[in-house]
């Protein structure tokens, strides 16, 4: 044998040069770095809770694991989360959801590519908010599917123009990704809005994946689902989660539910992949859905009071701008009238450049926009308490003040 065929190494993958990353865990990592470096780093970065899972639901899983609940079970997911979470689809959107499309799995990020793998061949156009969840473009380009940019407009408060979305209706649609609230900006629909939405998305052949998983989280008006309208049940793939709504992060624990064909095809993809959620895990997920809910109720009251904050401390900030998020718990400020000025050597062009500033400087994490497609902002997440926030807040505008 040639002696060189055993020392060279095989090629990677064409596709993965289209599979992006979550920028928010990347800027994680860097700030556990410079904790590790004695830096005191204030997170403002990651999406997560700062409130622990609720006792009672930990208690389930406890007792689930003492009853011996730690073995494989239905790749779809236990019968009786299933059942809690098409009773909890049907109460809070006024739909009939039979458990028999709902399936269970690793948090809610794997129906996202399950649905666009299900529906989409190559070429397919896919149409997704803008700036919007990083996954979304990424599985969309990994799958071999044309991504399609729905733009969110800030003086809409980050929603859509109606119109823009109908401009990009084509007969290559095969998918349209709704997101309300969203993340990064935390836009949202009205009842009004969604009504609308739907009306037009019915009389297109397009299916629909609508990301809910902040539904919970709405602080000014009411959630609405595109899957309540007539017409779009039979071509809808609602998308839900324990890990924001509970604090339920760490447990990976999501759902979804939609048209029996395609929930068939999910539960084969997922068989041949993760094969099921946590068994313990399903049976906290049923105490959540099903057990006292005052503590969702408390964090949600906690994460406007920090909403408010943030924002009037923000747009006290000179060269910074951020509007009103209606839901979610992030903030979306405009920084780009910072580009050009300069502090410790540095000059400002991009959000990436204002985010290792800010870390680096300041040791305060966030964001770029870029992230999202959208290089004007940066995010930040108010989940996280009142101190961190007040205290992140001083050293980015300390930080904003050195600049020239």
Same mark, same amino acid.
């Given at each position: 044998?040639?002696?060189?065929?055993?020392?060279?190494?095989?090629?990677?993958?064409?596709?993965?040069?289209?599979?992006?990353?979550?920028?928010?865990? +990347?800027?994680?990592?860097?700030?556990?770095?410079?904790?590790?470096?004695?830096?005191?780093?204030?997170?403002?970065?990651?999406?997560?809770?700062?409130?622990?899972?609720?006792?009672?639901?930990?208690?389930?899983?406890?007792? %689930?694991?003492?009853?011996?609940?730690?073995?494989?079970?239905?790749?779809?997911?236990?019968?009786?989360?299933?059942?809690?979470?098409?009773?909890?689809?049907? %109460?809070?959107?006024?739909?009939?959801?039979?458990?028999?499309? #709902? *399936?269970?799995?690793?948090?809610?990020?794997?129906?996202?590519?399950?649905?666009?793998?299900?529906?989409?061949?190559?070429?397919?156009?896919?149409?997704?908010?803008?700036?919007?969840?990083?996954?979304?473009?990424?599985?969309?380009?990994? !799958?071999?599917?044309?991504?399609?940019?729905?733009? *969110?407009?800030?003086?809409?408060?980050?929603?859509?123009?109606?119109?823009?979305?109908?401009?990009? &209706?084509?007969?290559?649609?095969?998918?349209?990704?709704?997101?309300?609230?969203?993340?990064?900006?935390?836009? !949202? &629909?009205?009842?009004?809005?969604?009504?609308?939405?739907?009306?037009?998305?019915?009389?297109?052949?397009?299916? #629909?994946?609508?990301?809910?998983?902040?539904?919970?989280?709405?602080?000014?008006?009411?959630?609405?689902?595109?899957?309540?309208?007539?017409?779009? *049940?039979?071509?809808?793939? *609602?998308?839900?989660? &324990?890990?924001?709504?509970?604090?339920?992060?760490?447990? /990976?624990?999501?759902?979804?539910?939609?048209?029996?064909?395609?929930?068939?095809?999910?539960? /084969?993809?997922?068989?041949?992949?993760?094969?099921?959620?946590?068994?313990?895990?399903?049976?906290?997920?049923?105490?959540?859905?099903?057990?006292?809910?005052? +503590?969702?109720?408390?964090? #949600?009251?906690?994460?406007?009071? /920090?909403?408010?904050?943030?924002?009037?401390?923000?747009?006290?900030?000179?060269?910074?701008?951020?509007?009103?998020?209606?839901?979610?718990?992030?903030?979306?400020?405009?920084?780009?009238?910072?580009?050009?000025?300069?502090?410790?050597?540095?000059?400002?062009?991009? +959000?990436?450049?204002?985010?290792?500033?800010?870390?680096?400087?300041?040791?305060?994490?966030?964001?770029?926009?870029? !992230?999202?497609?959208?290089?004007?902002?940066?995010?930040?997440?108010?989940?996280?308490?009142?101190?961190?926030?007040?205290?992140?807040?001083?050293?980015?505008?300390?930080?904003?003040?050195?600049?020239?």
């Amino acid at each position: 044998m040639d002696a060189s065929a055993t020392t060279s190494r095989p090629g990677l993958a064409d596709s993965l040069e289209r599979l992006g990353t979550e920028t928010a865990f +990347s800027v994680l990592a860097r700030a556990r770095e410079l904790e590790r470096q004695g830096r005191e780093i204030v997170h403002l970065e990651i999406g997560e809770p700062d409130y622990d899972t609720p006792a009672h639901i930990r208690d389930a899983a406890a007792a %689930a694991l003492r009853a011996g609940e730690t073995h494989y079970c239905p790749s779809a997911g236990i019968p009786e989360l299933r059942v809690e979470a098409a009773r909890y689809l049907s %109460a809070s959107r006024g739909i009939e959801v039979d458990p028999a499309q #709902v *399936l269970v799995g690793t948090g809610a990020k794997p129906f996202l590519f399950f649905t666009i793998l299900a529906t989409c061949n190559p070429g397919d156009e896919v149409v997704y908010p803008d700036p919007g969840f990083p996954i979304y473009e990424s599985a969309i380009r990994w !799958a071999g599917a044309t991504p399609v940019p729905l733009p *969110l407009l800030e003086e809409r408060d980050f929603a859509f123009d109606l119109a823009e979305l109908e401009s990009r &209706l084509t007969a290559r649609t095969k998918l349209v990704v709704l997101n309300s609230p969203q993340n990064p900006t935390g836009g !949202a &629909l009205s009842p009004a809005e969604t009504e609308k939405t739907a009306a037009l998305l019915a009389g297109s052949a397009a299916w #629909v994946l609508s990301d809910e998983v902040y539904s919970q989280m709405v602080y000014d008006g009411d959630f609405a689902s595109v899957a309540s309208h007539p017409g779009l *049940l039979e071509r809808t793939v *609602l998308l839900d989660g &324990l890990s924001k709504t509970y604090a339920m992060t760490g447990w /990976r624990l999501g759902y979804c539910a939609g048209p029996a064909e395609l929930i068939e095809m999910y539960g /084969r993809l997922q068989s041949q992949s993760t094969s099921n959620a946590t068994s313990f895990a399903q049976v906290a997920g049923i105490e959540a859905l099903n057990g006292p809910q005052d +503590s969702v109720q408390m964090m #949600v009251h906690e994460y406007e009071r /920090r909403r408010n904050f943030v924002v009037q401390r923000l747009n006290a900030m000179a060269g910074v701008s951020c509007n009103m998020p209606k839901g979610a718990f992030y903030v979306f400020p405009k920084i780009d009238d910072l580009f050009g000025r300069a502090a410790q050597g540095r000059q400002l062009q991009t +959000s990436m450049d204002m985010t290792d500033y800010l870390l680096e400087a300041a040791g305060v994490a966030v964001v770029p926009g870029e !992230a999202f497609c959208d290089d004007r902002y940066i995010r930040i997440s108010y989940a996280t308490s009142m101190e961190s926030l007040a205290t992140g807040l001083d050293r980015m505008e300390h930080a904003i003040q050195q600049l020239t």
